[in-house]
């Protein structure tokens, strides 16, 4: 960041905004209240990227401004001079700017009607994690600033704006006609500031609990999170009361980027979440958690990202382990997200990668650069591993003392590091020498490894030694299979299952194309509702080359836009012999429909320049989309035919029908 909160702070902000459909702009003002903590501080700085500031008022009172140190990672400096009668320590007063967003801000995604639900109304929503704030508006865009605010959003009359805030029932009674009042009266840094509009509904899960989604969609998600009110209240078991009054839960179109986004009273989901049968609500859970882990204790700075993910994981799979009554389930997932971790881990750049270590070393680098799930579960172990010390009774308990101790502001790993040994000194040698600095700063994989069997697993992993055994004819792995082998098996349990295939082929050898018809034939995995299987799946077949599944892959990745799916298919499909002509051509030709941050970091997978895209929608080295793929017969066609590939324009209810999902993130939100 480049703001100066140690010297001038923001501790309140007013936003005034209207929606244009038409240029994809925000316009209006954000005001901050702010006050001076260093006596004679001469200028107040804010973050901003790519927006059009017309005026800058203090107390009213129109003033100069200047812009300073730009970057591509950082955005613009924008500097304040302060007038000298308030420059005391202890001054109070207001800043406001009169701006525009770009119509290409980071934060921002406008979708056409065309890409909705009904087709009817154009839809807008916000993603500011990590520091995609400052091109939503001016601010101090560090996770270490914590401000409340109220904010009046103007939209066109068909429209419903939503916000991560309470409504404000006086100012609502006042409100004209597509006129919509916010207030949220705890302090959160500007990554939660969010906001989503379009054509909306709702449903009541509870008192305290609504979920809103677009019309033909929203029973659909209301079946999905229906269990909602009880994770929250497994969470309130292990944590303290939910502090924000409202949990509502918010299914958008499917270029959102992450599973989900834990902004404070309106969760953000994907309707890759929708896979009919409850499967995947694991990740409301996870942003459930964030309620406490995040939001309100926060990480101070982004190098210290853990402390928010690593937490949430572990609250998440403490929720859902009392939810379903059985540790086993914690286990399941943990053994899920250690593969996870591992393939991280190889992605960037093996046990030596610099971005393998839980603090982050960012050095004015993009945080989106460093995201992976190595935050989330590395975060997770180590936890795991400072709990089988102590013992999870008094591990609870200090979860509950730590969120007690730094709510409402933001934590470093040095601070959690020392409440830790001043609550648990002398517990036991092993406590007293532990090795903080291997802890926080070793690369690649934890150490020792946990051992996260369970029952759960064992069964999945003796189904995949059975078909690693099955000769490439694949009559020893058909003879016999069916759907009774994975009858009554969890989402989980069919991933671990998935993810030991995938281990073999890629440290052992592929599998032969027989083997994997058999085993759809007996499984129906290509026709899979389910996304988290559906993804791993179709890696598998990658893995061996199987001309079948491109098509599927290529309708898959057009058919949503989370970068925990599109990020790496489009990334096998590159490296394949036979898909990497499709990798870049699907991209390039699909581009527009990702939400920015997705839409940078494909283009980085692939080696392409986004500049340049726009320039041109064919490159002649690149074979077309509409490859002549050999199609396999599919033993389900009666049930489901491969994806139709018209990309966005596939309605939302379809999409989320054909490729339904699940976790990771950030948000990996997330």
């Keep these: 960041s480049y703001s100066n909160p140690s010297e001038i702070l923001s501790t309140v902000i007013h936003l005034d905004w209207t929606l244009d459909f038409d240029t994809k702009q925000i316009y209006g003002s954000v005001t901050h209240g702010v006050v001076v903590v260093i006596d004679g501080s001469d200028t107040v700085k804010f973050d901003s990227s790519s927006l059009t500031i017309s005026s800058v008022e203090i107390n009213s009172t ?12 950082l955005g613009t400096c924008i500097e304040v001079p302060i007038p000298e009668s308030l420059r005391a320590v202890g001054t109070e007063f207001e800043v406001k700017f009169n701006y525009s967003t770009s119509p290409t801000a980071s934060a921002v995604q406008w979708l056409s009607a065309k890409t909705t639900s009904s087709g009817k109304f154009p839809f807008v929503f916000t993603q500011c994690q990590a520091i995609h704030a400052r091109s939503l508006m001016p601010c101090q865009d560090t996770p270490g600033v914590k401000t409340t605010y109220t904010a009046t959003v103007r939209a066109p009359e068909w429209c419903v704006v939503l916000m991560s805030a309470l409504e404000d029932p ?12 916010w207030r949220q009266p705890v302090p959160i840094p500007a990554y939660l500031v969010a906001l989503a509009a379009g054509e909306l509904e709702s449903r009541e899960i509870s008192k305290r609990v609504k979920v809103w989604a677009e019309p033909s969609v929203v029973d659909k998600a209301a079946f999905e999170f229906s269990e909602t009110e009880e994770f929250l209240q497994a969470a309130e078991s292990l944590t303290c009361p939910y502090p924000w009054t409202r949990y509502d839960v918010l299914c958008l179109p499917p270029s959102f980027p992450y599973g989900g986004m834990e902004n404070p009273c309106l969760t953000f989901a994907t309707p890759t979440l929708l896979a009919g049968d409850k499967s995947l ?3 409301i859970a996870h942003e ?17 990202f853990w402390l928010n993910e690593g937490w949430t994981v572990w609250l998440e799979r403490k929720i859902m382990s009392r939810v379903k009554g059985d540790v086993a389930h914690l286990k399941l997932s943990a053994q899920i997200g250690w593969n996870h971790l591992r393939d991280s881990v190889a992605q960037l750049g093996g046990e030596t990668g610099r971005f393998t270590r839980l603090v982050w070393p960012l050095e004015g680098e ?5 995201f992976s799930s190595v935050p989330y579960e590395k975060g997770f172990n180590l936890l795991w591993y400072l709990e089988s010390l102590v013992g999870t009774p008094a591990f609870e308990e200090f979860a509950k003392n730590y969120i007690d101790k730094f709510k409402f502001g933001g934590v470093s790993s040095g601070e959690f590091k020392d409440m830790f040994m001043s609550t648990f000194a002398g517990h036991s040698l092993r406590v007293d020498s532990l090795n903080w600095d291997e802890l926080f700063y070793s690369t690649g994989m934890p150490t020792p490894t946990p051992d996260f069997s369970n029952p759960l697993s064992d069964s999945a992993l003796r189904l995949a030694d059975r078909w690693i055994a099955t000769p490439k004819d694949g009559n020893a792995g058909a003879s016999g299979a069916g ?3 994975i009858e009554g098996w969890s989402s989980q349990q ?13 440290e052992v050898a592929p599998f032969s194309l027989a083997v994997l018809e058999a085993m759809d034939l007996a499984y129906g995995l290509t026709s899979s509702n389910n996304a988290e299987i559906k993804f791993r799946w179709q890696s598998l077949c990658l893995e061996s080359e199987a001309p079948w599944i491109v098509p599927h892959i290529v309708a898959f990745v057009k058919a949503q836009g989370r970068m925990k799916f599109v990020r790496p298919l489009y990334r096998a499909l590159h490296k394949s012999a036979v898909g990497c002509g499709m990798a870049k051509q699907t991209f390039i030709e699909n581009n527009e429909i990702y939400h920015p941050i997705a839409r940078k970091m494909v283009a980085a997978d692939l080696g392409l ?3 340049e895209l726009g320039k041109t929608k064919q490159w002649k080295d690149i074979p077309p989309a509409s490859s002549s793929t050999p199609a396999r017969p599919n033993p389900n066609a009666t049930q489901s035919q491969p994806e139709d590939s018209m990309g966005w324009a596939v309605p939302v209810a379809v999409a989320a029908g054909v490729a339904a999902v699940a976790i990771l993130f950030l948000k990996f939100r997330r």
């Design 62 to 73: 129109k003033v100069g401004f200047k812009t300073g140190v730009t970057s591509t990672a």
């Design 170 to 181: 006086i100012s609502k009674a006042k409100a004209k006609p597509g006129e919509f009042h």
């Design 281 to 283: 609500a694991d990740v």
């Design 288 to 304: 459930i958690a964030h309620s406490w882990t995040g939001n309100l204790v926060t990480n101070c700075t982004w190098e210290h």
């Design 366 to 370: 993009d945080p989106d650069d460093a």
């Design 483 to 485: 759907p009774t082998d």
């Design 494 to 506: 069919k991933c671990v299952f998935l993810e030991k295939l995938i281990l073999h082929a890629q």
């Design 609 to 611: 320049d986004l500049n």
